[in-house]
């Protein structure tokens, strides 16, 4: 069996009177791609920011790459690249300049840094666009920039929310493509969607979320086993543990992000 790289015990977040994450547990092993789908509301990103240590947890643990979320916050940070929802990418820089400062943040090696620049750049098809303004990229070329900026100092762990929220078609498969490639070079994922059709094409596990509760935890294929096997989808199986819907549960503030996302990528 593989190593386990990420755990958690019962893990919870609370925001007054309101449970975002409720006593979820799970484990990652290294090299998964691990999916955390379920509506907008669900609890993905809440615990996607626990397990990056922008959140304390309530309560319950989380174990990142050996260290605890809590007790040893800079280590984890050490280990893991995060790729949040909304823009993180400087368009008012190149995207070698903006690489060049996440270089510095990472605090690599001034030896180092023009190689792992070039790497990733190559590693992400945009050799051709380094030199440009930012603003001036689509928006699958921002997603991919920022993955690269994610990725410079080798982390074993990187996180997606959401990496193609807001994305065209087109821009989503080539994301998908740099995921996958990311993934056969040995980086654990662990990324959040509702779509099920990038669950479906990236995940080698995925955990289903449904109103701050952990309601399933498989494969696709055991998922799709658990409702009743043969000819059943990912639709199918996000419908019957998330109490019959596919729709969007995160009402205005949701929508209004989503829509802000897309404006900032287009």
Same mark, same amino acid.
């Given at each position: 069996?593989?190593?386990?790289?990420?755990?958690?015990?019962?893990?919870?977040?609370?925001?007054?009177?309101?449970?975002?994450?409720?006593?979820?547990?799970?484990?990652?092993?290294?090299?998964?791609?691990?999916?955390?789908?379920?509506?907008?509301?669900?609890?993905?990103?809440?615990?996607?920011?626990?397990?990056?240590?922008?959140?304390?947890?309530?309560?319950?643990? /989380?174990?990142?790459?050996? $260290?605890?979320? &809590?007790?040893?916050? @800079?280590?984890?940070?050490? *280990? !893991?690249?995060?790729?949040?929802?909304?823009?993180?990418?400087?368009?008012?820089?190149?995207?070698?300049?903006?690489?060049?400062?996440?270089?510095?943040?990472?605090?690599?090696?001034?030896?180092?840094r023009e190689d792992r620049?070039?790497?990733?750049?190559?590693?992400?098809?945009?050799?051709?666009?380094?030199?440009?303004?930012?603003?001036?990229?689509?928006?699958?070329?921002?997603?991919?920039?920022?993955?690269?900026?994610?990725?410079?100092?080798?982390?074993?762990?990187?996180?997606?929310?959401?990496?193609?929220?807001g994305l065209d078609p087109? /821009?989503?498969?080539?994301? $998908?493509?740099? &995921?996958?490639?990311? @993934?056969?070079?040995?980086? *654990? !994922?662990?990324?959040?969607?509702?779509?099920?059709?990038?669950?479906?094409?990236?995940?080698?596990?995925?955990?289903?979320?449904?109103?701050?509760?952990?309601?399933?935890?498989?494969?696709?294929?055991?998922?799709?086993?658990?409702?009743?096997?043969?000819?059943?989808?990912?639709?199918?199986?996000?419908?019957?543990?998330?109490?019959?819907?596919?729709?969007?549960?995160?009402?205005?503030?949701?929508?209004?992000?989503?829509?802000?996302?897309?404006?900032?990528?287009?």
């Amino acid at each position: 069996m593989k190593e386990t790289i990420l755990e958690t015990k019962r893990l919870s977040r609370r925001f007054g009177s309101l449970t975002a994450v409720d006593e979820i547990s799970f484990v990652v092993r290294r090299g998964d791609v691990f999916g955390l789908i379920g509506p907008n509301g669900a609890g993905k990103t809440t615990t996607i920011k626990m397990l990056t240590t922008l959140l304390s947890p309530t309560s319950g643990t /989380a174990i990142v790459a050996g $260290w605890d979320v &809590v007790h040893h916050p @800079a280590n984890v940070r050490r *280990t !893991i690249g995060y790729v949040p929802q909304l823009l993180s990418a400087d368009g008012s820089l190149t995207g070698h300049e903006n690489l060049l400062l996440f270089t510095k943040l990472y605090d690599l090696p001034a030896g180092e840094r023009e190689d792992r620049i070039h790497n990733a750049i190559e590693f992400m098809g945009l050799s051709d666009a380094k030199d440009k303004l930012v603003r001036t990229y689509s928006g699958g070329m921002i997603r991919r920039l920022e993955i690269a900026q994610a990725v410079l100092h080798n982390p074993p762990v990187l996180f997606l929310d959401e990496p193609t929220v807001g994305l065209d078609p087109v /821009a989503r498969q080539s994301v $998908w493509k740099q &995921v996958e490639a990311l @993934a056969r070079n040995g980086t *654990t !994922i662990i990324l959040t969607t509702h779509y099920m059709e990038e669950a479906e094409s990236l995940c080698t596990r995925i955990a289903i979320m449904y109103r701050g509760k952990l309601v399933a935890n498989g494969s696709p294929a055991e998922l799709k086993k658990s409702v009743g096997g043969n000819g059943s989808t990912l639709d199918d199986v996000f419908a019957f543990y998330s109490g019959g819907t596919l729709e969007s549960e995160g009402g205005y503030r949701e929508a209004s992000r989503v829509r802000r996302t897309a404006r900032r990528l287009s």
